[in-house]
């Protein structure tokens, strides 16, 4: 690791919308920021979630168009999806994003890093591993927004090891103080839906 004296007023971990709406309202704050990334900018959303996924809505909506284009009096003929062409469409909307994210970072003035950051003691971040080298960096102020990743509930867990355990499929039903003994067909929507909360959680974004 090669200590720098590169010190910033905000060190921001993490790239995505968390990361970068930080840098953005920092750098217009005045405030001298640094972004570290350790894969593409705008993290899930950009990259893998919101954007690609209205992409696909839109071809799912334009293919339903087309083909009910007839009851409108539009002979439009069958339509089939090319997939080649809508995830290029998708690539190409996204690859731009990314490349206006960018701009915009750059003319906030915003030091994007690209590697891993990792917090330390003392407000010291380290990067290594991505084109920015390894370097340090300290902050009068660290933001960690890293995103999340998925996870299976421990309970459900087998101790034993990661090889899961099978489970019964749908789950044992168990009485419980909503919807009692009652049978699926009898249960009211809102207490079939007060059931299912009761025995999932789900959290983070
Ligand atoms: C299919 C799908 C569709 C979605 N649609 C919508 C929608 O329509 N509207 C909406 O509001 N939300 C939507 N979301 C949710 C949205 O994508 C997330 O809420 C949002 O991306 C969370 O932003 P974030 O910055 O917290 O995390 P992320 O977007 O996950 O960004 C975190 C970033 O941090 C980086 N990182 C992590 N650790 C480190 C490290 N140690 N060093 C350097 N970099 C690191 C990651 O590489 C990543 O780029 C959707 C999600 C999915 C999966």
């Known amino acids: 690791m090669v200590p720098t004296a590169d010190h910033f007023d ?6 995505g919308p ?8 920092g750098a217009s704050a005045g405030l001298n920021i640094a972004m570290i990334e350790k894969g593409r900018l ?19 909506a334009t293919f339903l168009h087309v083909n009910e284009a007839s009851e409108y009096g539009i ?11 809508s995830l290029g469409r998708k690539d190409k909307i996204v690859d731009q994003l990314i490349t206006g994210l960018g701009a915009l970072l750059k003319s906030r003035k915003v030091t994007v890093l690209d590697g891993h950051g990792r917090l330390h003691e003392g407000k010291r971040v380290t990067v290594s591993g991505g084109s920015s080298g390894d370097i340090e960096l300290t902050g009068d102020a660290i933001v960690l927004a ?17 090889r899961r355990r ?21 249960i009211p929507k809102t207490s079939a839906v007060a059931e299912v909360t009761r025995r999932r959680a789900c959290a983070g974004t």
């Open 75 to 85: 002979n439009a003929g069958e339509a089939s999806i090319d997939w080649s062409a």
């Open 42 to 60: 705008g993290g899930t959303c950009l990259n893998v979630g919101c954007i690609p996924a209205k992409e696909l809505l839109e071809t799912a």
């Open 10 to 15: 905000v060190v921001v971990i993490g790239g």
């Open 18 to 25: 968390g990361g970068y709406a930080t840098a953005l309202y």
């Open 146 to 162: 890293p995103g999340s990743v998925p996870r299976t509930n421990p309970a459900r867990e087998d101790p034993a090891g990661p």
């Open 166 to 186: 099978s489970l019964p499929f749908p789950p044992a039903r168990r009485p419980g103080p909503t919807v009692g003994q009652e049978s699926p067909a009898t």
